[in-house]
T-cell receptor
Framework: KAGVTQTPRYLIKTRGQQVTLSCSPI?????VSWYQQTPGQGLQFLFE???????NKGNFPGRFSGRQFSNSRSEMNVSTLELGDSALYLC????????????FGPGTRLTVT | AQSVTQLDSQVPVFEEAPVELRCNYS??????LFWYVQYPNQGLQLLLK??????LVKSINGFEAEFNKSQTSFHLRKPSVHISDTAEYFC????????????FGTGTSLTVIP
């Protein structure tokens, strides 16, 4: 099976812009989670989608949003970008029956200037 | 609420020496425990997990971790490290009653010195 794919891999944006990141889970996986990884904070949970519904949400401002499509692909959007949003954004997919074992994509490196 | 503490941000160790990466967690509910490894420019890969049963779990590449409920710890060990073990290691917990929500530590950077 193909692994989790994320596009784009690298992105440079300026403050105030918005950005959309995409994640394609492993075939058959219906849960997609998003994380923000920064050197100082480690991995912080953003949200999880399952069957097109947001099931869990982390402690991030409303500028961070996401959605999931019927084919389980997911997108996350960050509006009004701030310098502090520069990070590696990781997507992980999983399927019930594996005790929520998550498979991570390579991430999208977002740089906000 | 859950939190994970990895006590060492960086651990340098000589090749073929033993290593222990420490992980402590805090949770008001039962949790599953995980160790993930991240190689440069890659995503995270599951190294090993504790779900139930034997408190000592092992990976295929020689790592092992022991769940200690009284000390709320899940330290990762390897008796003899290789250069290829150089990576970032993350400890994580997932509450057993909330579905697919993981809480990660801030990571430990393991550098194996030739």
């Amino acid at each position: 099976k193909a692994g989790v794919t994320q596009t784009p891999r690298y992105l440079i944006k300026t403050r105030g812009q918005q950005v959309t990141l995409s994640c394609s889970p492993i075939s058959g996986h219906r849960s997609v989670s998003w994380y923000q990884q920064t050197p100082g904070q480690g991995l912080q949970f953003l949200f999880e989608y399952f069957s097109e519904t947001q099931r869990n949400k982390g402690n991030f401002p409303g500028r961070f949003s996401g959605r999931q499509f019927s084919n389980s692909r997911s997108e996350m959007n960050v509006s009004t970008l701030e310098l502090g949003d520069s990070a590696l954004y990781l997507c992980a997919s999983s399927t019930p029956g594996t005790v929520y074992e998550q498979y991570f994509g390579p991430g999208t490196r977002l740089t906000v200037t | 609420a859950q939190s994970v503490t990895q006590l060492d941000s960086q651990v340098p160790v000589f090749e073929e020496a033993p290593v222990e990466l420490r992980c402590n967690y805090s949770s008001s509910v039962s949790v599953y425990l995980f160790w993930y490894v991240q190689y440069p420019n890659q995503g995270l890969q599951l190294l090993l997990k504790y779900l139930s049963g034997s408190t000592l779990v092992k990976s295929i590449n020689g790592f092992e971790a022991e769940f200690n409920k009284s000390q709320t710890s899940f330290h990762l060990r390897k008796p003899s490290v290789h250069i290829s073990d150089t990576a970032e290691y993350f400890c994580a917990v997932s509450p057993t009653n909330t579905g697919n929500q993981f809480y990660f530590g801030t990571g430990t950077s393991l550098t194996v010195i030739p």
